[in-house]
Structures are given as C-alpha cells and as structure tokens.
C-alpha cells in the first residue's frame, strides 16, 4: 500500500494532513520547535513521521534528530518537485545521482548550458517552500553528503537495502564535487576572539534580566571552551557541580583562589549520554553565571530561559537558534556585521585565542573537547599564520 504523500497547500484534505501530522510530531516537542514542526509536516509523509517518532523513542540524540529530520523534509520537497512523488524506499541508484547532479554542479559550464545543475522548475519549488535562496548556487560537498548520509541512515531504519555505495553514484558524487568546485566556508567567517567578546560583553553590561542572561550565555559559552550552540540551550542544572576554590595562580598554590564549577557534558556531538566527560569554569565567569541563577531565581532544570518582551521570565529554554540570534544582536549593538559572525565563532575564537595565548593544543582540547587534532590545529594553524612572518615578507 503507497504511502500518503506529502500535503500541499491549497485543499481542505491537505490541511487536515498538515495537521494530524503535526499533531503526531507534538511527541518530538524537545527536539523540533513548534514551527518547524508545522513546517515539517507540510514536506513529509506518514511512514517519515512514523519513522522519525520511532527514532526518538530509539534514544537517538537530539541533534541528530533534528538533523534527520531537518534533511528528510528537503529530500521530501526536492523529490516531489524533481519526480512529482514522494521519495521511494529504497531509492534506485538512478534518484541518488540526479541528486547528486542538481546539487553539485559547475557555474561555468551552466552558464553556456541552462539545463546544467538543477532545474528551474525545481528551484522555483524550493525557493516557494523555503529550503534555498533565491540565485541559490550549488551546494556546499558537505551538505550533499550530509544529506545522503542521512537518507542512507533512514533507509536502514526502515529495514531496506540502499544503493548509497554503488560505484556508479560514488563516482558521480567524486566528479561532481571536483566539478562544482565550491571552496569550503566557515560556520562562522570570524572568530569571537577575546577582544570581540570584551565589546559583546559591553552590550549587555546593564541590570536587565535579559542583560544578566545574555552576559552568562556568552562568557559561559566562551569560557567553557567554546561550547556549541545547542549544549548552552540545554545546559540544566543538573550539570553544574560545585568545585573547590583552585589557586589564581598555578605556580602559587597557596596564595588567592577563584571560585571554580565544572559543566558535566553528558550527550553532545562527540559524547555520549552517559560520558563522564566535563569542563570547568573558573573566576569570573562563575561569579556570572552564578549572578544570572540568582537574579532568575534558577534552581531547577534548564538555566538559559526565554525573556518575554516584558522582561518576565519563562519556564521554557532557549533553543539552539535563539542562542545563535542573542549572538547576532549583541555583534549588531557592538557595531560589528552580524553576517560575519555565529554561535560558533564563539568555539573557533576559544581555540583561535589560546593559539594567541601560546596554551598547548593538548590542554585547549581538554576544554573544547575536541576529538579531532586536525580540526582543533586548524584554528591553531590559522592564528599562527596571521601572527607570522611568512606573510610579510614586503610590507
């Protein structure tokens, strides 16, 4: 039996789809907010909703969730507006290289042939729905691969076979990437590095309650190693351990000590639920954080709340995406470019600034925790080149 396709606009039947789909989505209200969730439900069909449902009750992370689900609601919307129907489980190898094909193309050679790369019909659709920009150019490689790799994760939780390593779309996948020849971006084009959070740190320097949250996030977010956006909007309570004072200065251990906390992860993008895995707080962005619990009245469940436009506090905790705004707004007050900047420029300016400070790789991964030396040294390569000679050899 074919399963319900997508809804779309325009029928009583596909608003009451629309619905009884966001309805069964409800069980996902910690991962998906409640837009996306309606938003979702317009691009999927039953058996995904079912699948996805399935998922968290399998403990899959959050992140992760919201990833799958973000990527097959895409892969819904591209499949109807490439083929006309829902996408088909298994998907033939045939599908998987069209994809392939009207996302990673070659700006030069589309230029002389309009049929190269995707479609215009199928921009158009996607442009209506949302999910590119209009004069979208291709895709990153990254988000290609993220994307299949997602398909192939739920094709496998459906119990199917895919055809995700045939050499026949591997191949295509090589020679598109070497074709579209896009150069990989930073999630963030500049670091917030300690001199760039000095001046956020002023935005919100008055008595508000918004002021006092503000402020936490962002030095607890930094001085914890540059956590990611999504750890900061989920941080509880629960995580915060109290720790013994630790000196203020290394080399005196008997002389002043800082207040020091330790953030125990648990789940993230690199640890597990049940890691033992944590970072530590000391001096001053204790005192603020410790200032924020305080002034809320926080001693339960999550730290980071919503602020409505009266400044009273709610129960609810920021999502992900608001930690990334509260960043783009206080760059804004501070008179930088907010397109220059993200939630993650916070982990890359951690790294980049103790490349400056001369910390040792090892010691900064223990507090970004990263997994990856190769990832970590990048920033490390990076402040070590703008700081050299090699660069200035005529000035």
Not at 158 to 173: C, D, E, T, Y
Request: hydrophobic share 40%; glycine share 6%.
């Amino acid at each position: 039996m074919p399963e319900t396709p997508p809804a779309r606009a325009g029928s009583r039947q596909s608003t009451e789809l629309v619905a009884r789909r966001a309805e069964a989505l409800d069980a996902l209200d910690s991962v998906l907010p409640f837009d996306r969730r309606d938003f979702l439900a317009g691009l999927l069909t039953d058996d995904d909703v079912t699948t996805l449902r399935h998922l968290a009750k399998e403990g899959i992370g959050a992140n992760s969730l919201r990833a799958l689900a973000s990527d097959l609601g895409y892969l819904e919307a591209w499949s109807c507006a490439a083929t006309g129907q829902p996408l088909p489980w298994p998907a033939p190898e045939a599908l998987l290289i069209k994809f392939v094909a009207h996302h990673l193309w070659d700006f030069s050679k589309r230029e002389t042939d309009p049929a190269h790369g995707m479609p215009e019909a199928v921009m158009v659709a996607l442009i209506a729905e949302g999910l590119l920009r209009v004069k979208n150019g291709p895709h990153a490689p990254s988000t290609v691969r993220r994307r299949l790799s997602s398909w192939s994760t739920l094709t496998k939780w459906r119990g199917l076979v895919g055809k995700f390593n045939a050499p026949g779309l591997q191949s295509a996948l090589k020679l598109a990437v070497r074709a579209s020849a896009r150069p990989r971006g930073r999630k963030s084009k500049k670091a917030v590095t300690a001199d760039v959070l000095a001046a956020l740190l002023k935005t919100c320097a008055g008595d508000r309650l918004v002021d006092l949250r503000d402020r936490a996030i962002l030095i607890t977010a930094f001085a914890s190693g540059g956590r990611r956006r999504s750890e900061i909007a989920s941080l509880r309570i629960e995580q915060i351990i109290e720790e013994d004072p630790v000196p203020a200065d290394p080399k005196a251990p008997d002389g002043d000590k800082l207040p020091c906390l330790s953030i125990r992860l648990g789940r993230t993008k690199t640890t597990q639920a049940d890691s033992d895995a944590f970072v530590l707080l000391v001096g001053r962005p204790v005192l603020v954080l410790k200032d924020w619990l305080a002034r809320a009245g926080i001693s339960e469940g999550a730290i980071f709340r919503r602020i409505d436009r009266w400044g009273n506090l709610e129960a609810r905790a920021l999502t992900p995406q608001t930690v990334n705004l509260i960043l783009k707004r206080r760059i804004a007050e501070a008179g930088l470019d907010p397109q220059a900047f993200s939630a993650h420029g916070l982990r890359s300016g951690y790294l980049t600034e103790t490349a400056r400070r001369g910390i040792p790789l090892p010691e900064a991964m223990q507090q970004s925790q990263h997994r990856s030396v190769q990832q970590a040294s990048n920033y490390y390569n990076d402040a070590e080149r703008t700081l050299g000679r090699a660069a200035r050899l005529i000035v």
